[in-house]
């Protein structure tokens, strides 16, 4: 399939999508309906659209249409004059009923097509893909072998070699409720007589065609009920042969309403792309990361256990212990309903007699317990948005060396080996994002910029009165604080108006002083510093 244009090729020939087609009959009758009106305006009146204002000028005896009836002008209209029934023109003849009637016809036959266009569009905005069938998505039956010949779903051949009568090849099909589908394909055949089953799920049977055999085409179709998913069977039998070997081609389900007979593979629906990206785009958003867990342990002696922080942000530890307990490692914020996998608990362990990772309430090696990892992982789904915290726990006289611990926490299905704390996209985003924000005083604005860690001071204005001994003092705002204790530079003149300098303190308790001795009512002050935030 191109990936742009959703065109089709089978056999050396190029086929249109629907979307194409439809455009292409939607532009076709809308150009249908513009030379109808232009050939009733040709050749009997002019079309009048607005009653307030004629389009043009109109002498005694012309005739006009006005909302699909036709007209005699009694008195002269000019252009942009109202055409008044009784005033300028009076009904016409009994042709002004024949010809409304036909362009009443003209308008149900438009509606007709329209609804059709409508109707295709919604089979393209609802499956989105053609053919819903996937050869994927198998039920296991032990007495056949079913064989994709090309790789591709396009041609399957059922095999069973069992004493059996029936037997096929079952598969699950993700169907709309109550939508009327189409079930096409070919047969071919080397012993046994083929047949296909749409059933339920729970084994109801919705529709059979049967008594397939040498190049017999398929096509018959069922309603899908309240069902979102069914079962799709196509089936062998032996019949008088020895085996049962039938090869179905070119199977399709699609929307009844789509009668395009060309083949396409399957491909999941808009529907359902729609859900996966969706999922997935969260997980990204989540997670991003795969290991949530920011272990922030410090090297330490604990109860006769050496606890060393590796560079990686797993834990070695060594000794024995002298009592019941062990180290907190920090807390992760989690939401509710998700599935979380907490692990790094070496193999062996035992939450009562030896070692484990253990999941706490709180940040205190006596909270309540969620649960423990002894070296296979620990499962969590919180009911509710809330933080957890991880220990590693050693059980009284627990003799250890170089046991490694490497905590991690990450989505529920992740199977893969140990991977160092990232910062999900999501927090990666929060830090870079730009964040701007401005405080004044005395004349002069101080606007703050951060992205990231980095901010940088715009200085502008001119001093309302000139700055005491003590220097002009802003308040730096909340997430703008400088990293170090304090931040200083002595401006230039580049940052005053004059030849006077000013000097910038930065304090990391809150505060920004500009010291400008000699200043006075008007002095303007600009420039800009960049410094790096805590």
Known sequence: ?????????????????IVQLVKEQK?????????AKQAVEANIAPVEADASSASRAYVVGEQLFLN??????????????????????????????????????LYSKNQTLTNQIEDAYEVMGQNGAKNVFNPNDKVSNDYVTITDTNGDGSSLRIYTPSAKNWQSGTFIVNVKPNTDYRVTGQVAYTSGVGRVIVSTTGGTTIAVSEDFTQNTDISFTFNSGNNTQVQFALGVTKGTVEVGDITYNYVMIKDARDTDPTYQLYAETNQQ?????????????????????????????????????????????????????????????VKS?????????????????????????????????????????????????TTVYLQIRFASGQTTNNLTFKPMITVSSYNGDYVPYAKTNKELTDELAIDSTSVTNNGVT?????????????????????????????????????????????????????????????????????????SAAGDGIRGAFTYITD
């Open 68 to 105: 699909d009836v036709l007209y005699d002008v009694t008195s002269p209209i000019s252009v942009g004059d109202a055409i008044v029934v009784g005033t300028n023109i009076t009904a016409a003849n009994k042709l002004s009923a024949d010809i409304k009637s036909k362009i009443d016809d």
């Open 337 to 385: 309903g998700k599935a979380y996998k907490i692990s790094g608990c070496p193999s062996g362990g035992d939450s009562d007699n030896s070692y484990a990772l253990i999941v706490r309430t709180t940040n205190s090696t006596s909270a309540s317990v969620i649960g423990s990892d002894i070296g296979n992982g620990f499962i969590y789904t919180p009911t509710s948005d």
């Open 446 to 518: 101080a606007t703050f910029s951060k992205w990231g860690k980095v901010a940088t001071i715009f200085l502008t204005g001119a001093f309302t009165e000139g700055v005491a001994t003590d220097g002009l003092v802003l308040t730096i705002p909340s997430g703008f604080r400088p990293k170090n204790t304090v931040v200083s530079m002595k401006t230039t003149n580049e940052l005053a108006s004059s030849s006077k300098e000013a000097l910038l303190y930065l304090a990391n308790s809150g505060n920004l002083t500009i010291a400008y001795p000699g």
């Open 27 to 35: 532009e076709y009758f809308l150009e249908k309906d513009t030379a």
């Open 273 to 333: 792309l729609t859900k996966d990206t969706t999922a997935l785009l969260d997980n990204l958003e989540v997670n991003g990361a795969v290991n949530m867990f920011d272990n922030i342990l410090t090297s330490q002696v604990i109860n006769g256990i050496t606890y060393t922080v590796n560079d990686d942000g797993s834990v070695t530890c060594n000794g024995t212990a002298t009592a019941n307990g062990g180290v907190m490692l920090g807390g992760i914020a």
């Open 1 to 17: 399939m191109d990936a742009d244009s959703g065109a089709s090729c089978i056999r050396g020939y190029r086929m249109k999508t």
